[in-house]
């Protein structure tokens, strides 16, 4: 009898949802009534920090399809602008306080966990100004143990296919998550990460790689490259810089020159039109629970991604860049009180899109998340980088070379792949453990500004089929 009482009593408890975390439409966005939807928070044990999370089930078989956690980078940006620029079932487009609904939403078909990390960045926070010192480890830790929070909420997922995915600062992110998930005896089905412009080796990544993909982008003259190769400058990857003694005095001129020439352009994406203070007010007010707070609406470029404007050469008034980014209608509308109420906010912290050492204290590891990989391999998890080819933050050419760095056996030789209407969305290169899909003509938020391309990316990868259609395909775990 007590047996059939606690077997009840389990599955009771293993069927149970979050009932009071569930949000059935958010104001001047939309109803979710096709899926589920949740907001709500995942406690860190013994720490004081919980983590916002919002969870969208798939629109065709939650019960089947897989678990894709998504993560924004930073350090200190919000994943929830993944859920409402980037690939979330409503989208507001850049420039238009509006939503949509979005054809192209991750969520069509994977269940979509997207989690606040670390605490102190968006809705997620921490109670005891103590503990608001993270580094690329202990923000996985945290980040390993908001998963087993979730998997104890939501345990019909435990036996889903897991994939951990984000972009930009992210490359530190996922690679990490997936490190603890294997470290802590791989209990969980994790099958593969996915990276989008992603920060993984800075030897190749970031500024390293913008004066390369400048160059090629026609932001600076020929005669300014024969420079820089003249003096064996070494602030830039490019070919066609011998090894030799660099003329510092030089380099740091054409520094400068190069950073003035690009000062007005969109980082983020070369051909972008860049939001500047003269269409974004920098600060903005609203009520939170009867007080007044205020709140940045729009960011420094260096705000946004420090990693991209880390070296001393880069003086004080390139830093105070706009980001170029439209921010100010995602930040606005998350600090709406009905809207934070429909989302279940447990504190009074003003939303931003990103915050920094106000906030919180995040480390950045030099290692970064190279050293990963080879781990990953091992343990067959398979990897896809996709990269918009017109970012200048992290941009493509550093990923590929990081990859090409890796020596990894070619799986199948570099081509096309299509969307719809026959076009070419990009090029992919296959090797025995990761897969590189350079997306044509677009940058860092690839999956907004080229849903369609990055979707199918994206999810052939899930499905585990080829990107480019080739019926010639074959697995390419490693
Ligand atoms: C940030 O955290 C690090 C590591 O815990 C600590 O050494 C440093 O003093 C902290 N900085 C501030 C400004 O609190
Ligand atoms: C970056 O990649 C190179 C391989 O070209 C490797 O030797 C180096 O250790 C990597 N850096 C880090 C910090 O992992």
Redesign the pocket.
Known sequence: MKAIYILALCVTLVMAKPADEIVKELPDMGKFDRFDMYSGYLEIPNKQRKLHYVFAESQNDPATDPLVIWFNGGPGCSSMLGFIQEHGPYSMPDGDPNFYENPNSWNKEANMLYIESPAGVGYSYFWDRETDSFDDLTSSEDNYAALEAFYEKFPEYLDHDLFISGESYAGIYVPYLAWQVIQNGLKYNLKGIIVGNGVT????DTGKAYGGTAFWHNLYSLEMLDEIKENHCTWLNIDGVKPGKENEEACTNLYYKFRSLVSEINIYDVYRKCYTDDDIDRLGTTMINGELKTYKRGMTAREYTPFAFDDDHIDESLRLNPPCVYGSGPTDYLNRQDVRDALNVETDQPWELCVGAERINYSRG???S??IYPTLFENNIRVLHFSGNADGSVPTQGTRD?IH??NLPKARDFGPFYIEDKQVGGFVEYFEGITFAAITGIGHMAAQWSPVATKHVVYQFIKDLPIDGNDNYASVTA
């Open positions: 080796n800075y030897t190749y030099e290692k970064a190279y050293w990081w760095s890796l």
